[in-house]
């Protein structure tokens, strides 16, 4: 049930997101079973609707083409859970073709009730998940092609699904090696949703498949039928032909003991795609639009027609001028992503970047576009993507905060801590900063907590000073809270969240915690917990210091004068004269004017300095997925080991040219709670998705079958491959 909960949280969570509404009448929330779409769903399956199935019983004898289609369209609906439906069916759809008169005859009534019998006694089919092994049993026959695709839990069989098709005028005259094998490919590809990716048992009579590897010249339909094959991650089982029989449609299938004594003498096949021999490699390379000119006129013209290919055994290859071996195999575009993840993904290949992973493929493969494959290909791998750092200079030029001109109008707030914990209780200190003055507000506090941050400022803070305009902090827990947050609009201060792991935001604070605690260091006693006895005294001395930006003191800046320190009161000092109050507040707004530009002008002479040495900042759009650097530590591993960056995250704004608002996507988002923070565009890279297209040629979805020239024969016209040009081949990294 809890699982339930959350598998719901999330679907919902997905609904809102969306906008989408939905009708609480039409709803149904954490019950057993429920109907769907005439289908009865619960925790062991998928069944049919009684009531429906009771339709089908009682429905009429037809008397017309009409009625009969109504019949065959209500079965159809449920053919998934018979096996065989198409032949069951077949007489029935004789009656409708062009041209046969309607009689009905006592063949025609029968099939009738068969099929509405196997409705009545169809089996529950079980969900498709990943408990349990996958079989797929085919049958073929003159008159049609079935198939059952079953999970197995232990010794029992269940069904999750039967498909069954007539078979066409042609494919009536097939050998019967040929319709095997057409039952084989046609299943998978109408289950391919539930098997591709996945390894899974075919039982099946295996001299079909011997029959067809076996042929020569293999062109049209057998080729296209072994390229079919080497999709799937099958192991293929021989069983003879009077035990491949899928059990009747009235129950599951359970496996006895004699037909395990005999499927133990069975003898299994090689994973389809493990091992490519020469002649399936000739086969792929003569069905590549790319590579089928060139081995016709090579065949027709003989060695002569090319000082660029050879063909060796029936298998084309480039002869190689460069490094590596002297015939570079001419890849198809089939085994274009085989070969691309051998190079890349293997541990002898060691997940290279871009160049090396290059070199490596055009030291033995050719085709034409591989620097644009291998580029694609390293720069979309995922275990690249999470582990390799950025190269080149840092991204984002600096971006300056803009200057206040007066105290107290820009405020930045960090925790320091924890220490040792004093008799106060006390374990941290809120570092609290004017962003013009520089001056400093220190107060030791127990925790860290949103309560204890809320009471410094309106006891501490905004008694003395006023409300502020702006706060800046860090993405603290006690800073993002909702209660934070609240305070925070109903004052209308403008809250300002610096990106996580990174202190160059807050960095005027982060400057003041440094200092503070050299202070302190010179003080403490042997203990350590007396540090909060010692924040006044060390507070007076940052504050009454110089400042080598404003080059006053923020004590100057804030009260117009000098502090008098405790050593002063030894010596005599001569009074000065009074000064006018007008001529008092000049003064003082001439300091804090000078300090306003003297802090300009140094935000201006580090970005002079700093973006030189920058690119320009990536513009993300919403919705894209890109991933964070973050400083990653779990007990018990290697800190050297883990991962540089977490994610992937889906930006949800754009906060300012170099800082995006990033959040968890949908998929990854659970009980309603996600992280959510800002993140600066030098920590982020974008992250890409493998897709299946990238290492195919540009063309390759053209089903032409016009012979193209498509590389000259004549001479050599270039290297091992397409080199990549000078710019990029230096970048190794993805």
Same mark, same amino acid.
Not at 6 to 27: G, P
Not at 657 to 676: A, I
């Given at each position: 049930?809890?699982?339930?909960?959350?598998?719901?949280?999330?679907?919902?969570?997905?609904?809102?997101?969306?906008?989408?509404?939905?009708?609480?009448?039409?709803?149904?929330?954490?019950?057993?079973?429920?109907?769907?779409?005439?289908?009865?769903?619960?925790?062991?399956?998928?069944?049919?609707?009684?009531?429906?199935?009771?339709?089908?019983?009682?429905?009429?004898?037809?008397?017309?083409?009409?009625?009969?289609?109504?019949?065959?369209?209500?079965?159809?609906?449920?053919?998934?859970?018979?096996?065989?439906?198409?032949?069951?069916?077949?007489?029935?759809?004789?009656?409708?073709?062009?041209?046969?008169?309607?009689?009905?005859?006592?063949?025609?009534?029968?099939?009738?009730?068969?099929?509405?019998?196997?409705?009545?006694?169809?089996?529950?089919?079980?969900?498709?998940?990943?408990?349990?092994?996958?079989?797929?049993?085919?049958?073929?026959?003159?008159?049609?092609?079935?198939?059952?695709?079953?999970?197995?839990?232990?010794?029992?069989?269940?069904?999750?699904?039967?498909?069954?098709?007539?078979?066409?005028?042609?494919?009536?005259?097939?050998?019967?090696?040929?319709?095997?094998?057409?039952?084989?490919?046609?299943?998978?590809?109408?289950?391919?949703?539930?098997?591709?990716?996945?390894?899974?048992?075919?039982?099946?009579?295996?001299?079909?498949?011997?029959?067809?590897?076996?042929?020569?010249?293999?062109?049209?339909?057998?080729?296209?039928?072994?390229?079919?094959?080497?999709?799937?991650?099958?192991?293929?089982?021989?069983?003879?032909?009077?035990?491949?029989?899928?059990?009747?449609?009235?129950?599951?299938?359970?496996?006895?003991?004699?037909?395990?004594?005999?499927?133990?003498?069975?003898?299994?096949?090689?994973?389809?795609?493990?091992?490519?021999?020469?002649?399936?490699?000739?086969?792929?390379?003569?069905?590549?639009?790319?590579?089928?000119?060139?081995?016709?006129?090579?065949?027709?013209?003989?060695?002569?027609?090319?000082?660029?290919?050879?063909?060796?055994?029936?298998?084309?290859?480039?002869?190689?001028?460069?490094?590596?071996?002297?015939?570079?195999?001419?890849?198809?575009?089939?085994?274009?992503?085989?070969?691309?993840?051998?190079?890349?993904?293997?541990?002898?290949?060691?997940?290279?970047?871009?160049?090396?992973?290059?070199?490596?493929?055009?030291?033995?493969?050719?085709?034409?576009?591989?620097?644009?494959?291998?580029?694609?290909?390293?720069?979309?791998?995922?275990?690249?993507?999470?582990?390799?750092?950025?190269?080149?200079?840092?991204?984002?030029?600096?971006?300056?905060?803009?200057?206040?001109?007066?105290?107290?109008?820009?405020?930045?707030?960090?925790?320091?801590?924890?220490?040792?914990?004093?008799?106060?209780?006390?374990?941290?200190?809120?570092?609290?900063?004017?962003?013009?003055?520089?001056?400093?507000?220190?107060?030791?506090?127990?925790?860290?907590?949103?309560?204890?941050?809320?009471?410094?400022?309106?006891?501490?803070?905004?008694?003395?000073?006023?409300?502020?305009?702006?706060?800046?902090?860090?993405?603290?827990?006690?800073?993002?809270?909702?209660?934070?947050?609240?305070?925070?609009?109903?004052?209308?201060?403008?809250?300002?969240?610096?990106?996580?792991?990174?202190?160059?935001?807050?960095?005027?604070?982060?400057?003041?915690?440094?200092?503070?605690?050299?202070?302190?260091?010179?003080?403490?006693?042997?203990?350590?917990?007396?540090?909060?006895?010692?924040?006044?005294?060390?507070?007076?001395?940052?504050?009454?210091?110089?400042?080598?930006?404003?080059?006053?003191?923020?004590?100057?800046?804030?009260?117009?004068?000098?502090?008098?320190?405790?050593?002063?009161?030894?010596?005599?000092?001569? #009074?000065? +004269?009074?000064? $006018?109050? &007008?001529?008092?507040? *000049? @003064?003082?707004?001439?300091?804090? %004017?000078?300090?306003?530009?003297?802090?300009?002008?140094?935000?201006?002479?580090?970005?002079?300095?700093?973006?030189?040495?920058?690119?320009?900042?990536?513009?993300?759009?919403?919705?894209?997925?890109?991933?964070?650097?973050?400083?990653?530590?779990?007990?018990?591993?290697?800190?050297?080991?883990?991962?540089?960056?977490?994610?992937?995250?889906?930006?949800?704004?754009?906060?300012?040219?170099?800082?995006?608002?990033?959040? #968890?996507? +949908?998929?990854? $988002?659970? &009980?309603?709670?996600? *992280? @959510?923070?800002?993140?600066?565009? %030098?920590?982020?890279?974008?992250?890409?998705?493998?897709?299946?297209?990238?290492?195919?040629?540009?063309?390759?979805?053209?089903?032409?079958?016009?012979?193209?020239?498509?590389?000259?024969?004549?001479?050599?016209?270039?290297?091992?491959?397409?080199?990549?040009?000078?710019?990029?081949?230096?970048?190794?990294?993805?």
């Amino acid at each position: 049930f809890k699982e339930h909960q959350e598998r719901l949280e999330a679907v919902l969570a997905a609904f809102q997101r969306a906008r989408i509404t939905l009708n609480v009448e039409k709803c149904n929330f954490c019950v057993s079973h429920v109907k769907f779409l005439g289908h009865l769903v619960d925790g062991d399956g998928l069944r049919p609707d009684p009531q429906k199935i009771a339709a089908l019983d009682k429905f009429p004898t037809p008397v017309d083409v009409t009625s009969l289609k109504s019949f065959l369209g209500l079965a159809s609906y449920y053919r998934r859970f018979i096996y065989q439906f198409a032949l069951l069916a077949s007489p029935l759809h004789q009656l409708l073709k062009k041209g046969v008169t309607w009689e009905w005859k006592e063949k025609h009534q029968q099939a009738m009730r068969k099929m509405q019998d196997a409705l009545l006694t169809a089996p529950t089919l079980a969900h498709d998940d990943d408990d349990g092994d996958l079989i797929l049993k085919t049958d073929a026959s003159k008159n049609g092609l079935g198939a059952v695709l079953s999970r197995v839990k232990g010794k029992t069989e269940q069904p999750i699904i039967f498909i069954s098709r007539r078979t066409s005028k042609a494919e009536i005259n097939y050998h019967s090696n040929a319709l095997e094998c057409l039952a084989l490919v046609w299943a998978l590809d109408k289950l391919k949703p539930y098997v591709y990716g996945r390894n899974f048992t075919v039982f099946t009579d295996n001299s079909a498949l011997k029959w067809l590897f076996s042929k020569k010249d293999i062109d049209g339909k057998y080729a296209r039928w072994i390229l079919a094959l080497q999709e799937f991650q099958i192991q293929i089982k021989h069983i003879k032909g009077h035990l491949n029989v899928v059990a009747d449609a009235l129950s599951r299938f359970p496996v006895g003991e004699s037909e395990e004594t005999n499927l133990s003498e069975a003898m299994c096949c090689a994973m389809v795609g493990s091992f490519h021999p020469p002649e399936e490699i000739a086969l792929l390379q003569h069905d590549d639009r790319a590579t089928r000119s060139i081995r016709m006129q090579l065949r027709k013209n003989g060695a002569a027609a090319s000082d660029t290919f050879v063909l060796r055994k029936d298998v084309l290859y480039r002869k190689n001028r460069q490094k590596g071996r002297k015939l570079l195999l001419v890849v198809p575009s089939f085994l274009r992503r085989q070969v691309l993840s051998a190079c890349h993904d293997d541990p002898s290949s060691g997940h290279m970047g871009i160049t090396k992973t290059y070199h490596r493929v055009a030291e033995r493969y050719w085709w034409k576009g591989s620097w644009k494959s291998v580029k694609k290909y390293v720069s979309s791998c995922r275990v690249c993507q999470f582990n390799k750092p950025v190269s080149g200079r840092t991204e984002g030029q600096l971006m300056s905060i803009p200057v206040p001109s007066s105290p107290f109008h820009t405020l930045g707030m960090d925790h320091i801590g924890p220490f040792r914990q004093t008799p106060k209780g006390n374990v941290h200190a809120l570092v609290i900063m004017d962003y013009l003055s520089k001056w400093i507000i220190v107060t030791p506090c127990p925790d860290v907590k949103t309560r204890g941050v809320l009471e410094i400022l309106n006891q501490a803070v905004i008694p003395q000073h006023g409300f502020m305009r702006r706060i800046i902090t860090d993405q603290g827990t006690a800073f993002t809270s909702e209660s934070f947050a609240m305070e925070m609009e109903k004052s209308s201060i403008h809250h300002v969240l610096a990106t996580c792991e990174r202190p160059q935001t807050n960095g005027q604070v982060e400057r003041a915690n440094k200092t503070l605690v050299s202070a302190l260091k010179s003080y403490v006693n042997l203990a350590h917990d007396d540090w909060d006895l010692h924040i006044p005294m060390a507070t007076l001395a940052i504050n009454s210091a110089r400042q080598s930006t404003t080059k006053r003191s923020p004590f100057e800046l804030m009260y117009g004068r000098i502090p008098i320190l405790s050593h002063e009161n030894s010596f005599p000092w001569p #009074d000065k +004269p009074p000064e $006018r109050v &007008k001529q008092f507040f *000049r @003064r003082v707004a001439r300091w804090r %004017a000078e300090a306003n530009k003297l802090i300009q002008n140094s935000q201006d002479r580090s970005k002079q300095l700093a973006d030189p040495h920058r690119r320009n900042a990536r513009e993300y759009v919403e919705g894209e997925l890109v991933l964070v650097r973050r400083n990653i530590r779990i007990n018990g591993r290697t800190k050297k080991l883990l991962p540089k960056f977490i994610g992937p995250f889906e930006i949800v704004k754009r906060v300012c040219p170099t800082t995006y608002l990033v959040e #968890d996507p +949908p998929t990854k $988002r659970k &009980k309603m709670v996600w *992280r @959510r923070f800002n993140a600066h565009v %030098a920590q982020m890279r974008p992250f890409y998705l493998p897709r299946e297209t990238e290492w195919l040629p540009e063309d390759s979805s053209s089903d032409s079958d016009t012979e193209e020239e498509i590389y000259p024969l004549g001479s050599d016209t270039g290297t091992i491959a397409e080199s990549p040009n000078s710019s990029a081949s230096g970048n190794d990294e993805p």
